[in-house]
Every structure is written in structure tokens, then in C-alpha cells.
């Protein structure tokens, strides 16, 4: 089946009850049973909802594996991967990434001696000279955030596999519509489902997909007991903005080369950060791997003061400034002050993330519309 397709139907079913081509939001914390032990497979919406039993379904579809399980949110999902860990197991992860989930690796996990080292993914041989006895887990964004970096998929799962360690790839910043980490060989994928799966900016929610079903079992009884799961309202809004991900991600990604080329091209510009360049160091990789390059883009200014920065982020008006992305709308976004705020300055700096770098996330409005609202904030930036 075509991924068009997929989009469209992935864990749709009539409602058996009425024939409602949507699938009910099951408003339920909990369900009669025939006798004690004897049910219709729903016993408590922690463990069960059929709103979300859907969401999983079409989550497992479109992201070419077995297994969906839905969180209350990204870090949520996160979360529950690291809780399959213990005391002095060791996670190698990349040092560009968002900053909630660096958040929660050094300020919740570590102080539980679980280790992390941050490392250039973009190299596999820097992740290849941390593995150890006690490396358990690989976790792999790409493209990074906000740097637009780019890990090879493949190469990381045979190291990973060679070694006996499980890889999770955040997949968030490419969605399912353009690439699919279980099919080059990852264990578990991550997404946000706060933004390209969903799509409306209106509902928090992460996922998990795996092929493996005693890793799912894993998963599913951490979710399960740990309880961050979402309602079956914010599962409904996800249903319903899935359907519609093949056909916002390729405009997404028509605009994103669009206002790309723009940004290269601008005389007031110093860099841009987006793969479908082809002088972009992971360039043949991002090709080779994605089926698009996204709507994903950062750059920096030549005037490289903060106050030129803040001229930009707050002289738009089609791109609003607020964290988030993957919604319909644009968005500008200040790492150093908002999404990456919790990793430290020298970490950042270290890592090429500068306090004058600006992200932005490429919605589906007219392209021309969105040049013309950048192009007024950079001439501000100029005075």
C-alpha cells in the first residue's frame, strides 16, 4: 500500500456499533465486565482505550512496523524508553538535540547512575569509540535540532546491533512521511506527535513504534504502570491530523527548499542550515535515507549580535515566535532562549549552537507570503 494511502486508512474501522467511518472518542475511565476476568479486551483506560488502540494501530502502519504505543507526550515516550535501563547502564546520545530530551537525560536519569555521553553523530566512528561493556542504548535524532545535522540510520544500527545495544531514533523532524527508521534498521522510533503527526498545533503527544514484540511488552507494561498516557481526545486529534501528514509534508518540504534557497541566497545571511543542500556535509546521506528534506531550517545572520537576532525573531508576522513546530503555520523560534534554554551556554557553544542562531519551522502558507514577512524582519535587522 502506498504511503498516500496508508496516511488515510491506518487503523480505520467503521465503529462496529453504528458504522462511523471516524473513530469514536471513547470518553471512558473504565468498562463493565461480563463476569470478574471476562471482558471485550478493555478492562481500565490506563492500560486500554479503544480511541487510542486505533491511534497505535495507524502509528505501527505508517511508520512500517509492528507495535504503536501512545504518551501523554514526546518526553513522555522518551521517558519510558530510558526506564527500560538500570543503575550503571550507559547511553550514547547526540550533542545536538532537543533540549528537553538533554533535560531530562542529565537532570532526571543521571542522578540514578545511568551514564550519557554526547557525542557527533554525524561521524560513526566518535559513537563507535564510547561503546562499552555497559552500553545499553543508542539514542539518534536526525536531522538534529535545531542544527540540521544528519545521522546515518543504517550505519548506527549495524554498530548498534554488532554490539548487542538497542537504537532509538527520534524521527520527529522528518515525520513517517519522509522517513522510516525501523526499515534501515533501528529497534524503536520516537515522535513528538505534538507536531508533524498531529499537525494543528493543538495537543501534546509522544509515540514509540518497534517491531520487536517482547521489546513492545517492555514498553507497553512501562506505559502501563508508569501511566503517562493520552486522553482519547488528544488521540482523535492525532487520528485526524495523520490523515492529512503525506499531503502538509510535501508542501512542508516545498516551502522549506523554497525559503532554503532564499536564506542561502540573502546578502544579509551567513549560513543556512538545511540537508537538501548539496554542499551540506550530510547531504548524500539525508538523500539516500529521506524521501524530502522537511520544512526544518536554521541560520544565522551575518550581523552576528544578539540584538540584530531579536530584531528578526520579533519582526515577523507570518512566523509566529513560539516554541513547537511541525504545524500548519510557521514558527520562529530562539534556541539559545527557548527549545535548547536547559543545556548549558559552553555545552551549546561547544556543539555549534551559537546565541544568535535562529530556527525555523516552514508551515504550508503561499511561499511568496512567507519570503516577503522574512525579508521585512532581516531589513530590520539591518538598522
Known sequence: MKKSTQFIHAGAHPDPSTGAIMTPIYQTSTYVQE?????????????????????????????????????????????????????????????DMYGGTYRLFSKIFQ??????????MGNIEHVAAVINAKTRLIWAETPTNPLMNIVDIRALAELAKKNAIL????????????????????????????????????VIQGALVINDKALRDELYFIQKSCGAVPGP????????????????????????????????????????????????????????????????????LQNESLDAAKKVLSGTHLFSLAESLGGVESLINHPASMTHASIPREERIKNGLSDTLIRLSVGIEDADDLIADLEKAIQLSLH
Open 233 to 300: 481526545m488528544d488521540c482523535f486529534l492525532v487520528l485526524r491530523g495523520i490523515k492529512t501528514l503525506g499531503l502538509r509534508m510535501e508542501r512542508h518540504s516545498q516551502n522549506g527548499a523554497v525559503i532554503a534557497q532564499y536564506l542561502k541566497q540573502h546578502p544579509a545571511i551567513k549560513k543556512v542550515y538545511w540537508p537538501g543542500f548539496e554542499d551540506h556535509s550530510g547531504h548524500a546521506i539525508a538523500a539516500a535515507q529521506m524521501k524530502g528534506f522537511g520544512g526544518m531550517i536554521s541560520f544565522e
Open 111 to 120: 542522578k540514578f547512575g545511568i551514564v550519557f555521553h554526547y557525542v557527533d
Open 35 to 95: 463476569a470478574p476476568g471476562v471482558n471485550k479486551g478493555f478492562e481500565y483506560a490506563r492500560s486500554q482505550n479503544p480511541t487510542r488502540q486505533a491511534l497505535e494501530e495507524a502509528l505501527a502502519v505508517i511508520e512500517e512496523g509492528r507495535f504503536g504505543l501512545a504518551f501523554s507526550s514526546g518526553v513522555a515516550a522518551t521517558d519510558a524508553v530510558i526506564k527500560l535501563l538500570k543503575p550503571g547502564d550507559e547511553v550514547i546520545a547526540a550533542n
Open 167 to 202: 537504537l532509538c531514533v527520534d524521527n520527529t523532524f522528518a515525520s513517517p512521511a519522509l522517513q522510516n527508521p525501523l526499515t534501515l534498521g533501528a529497534d524503536m522510533v520516537m515522535h513528538s506527535a505534538t507536531k508533524y503527526l498531529s499537525g494543528h498545533s493543538d
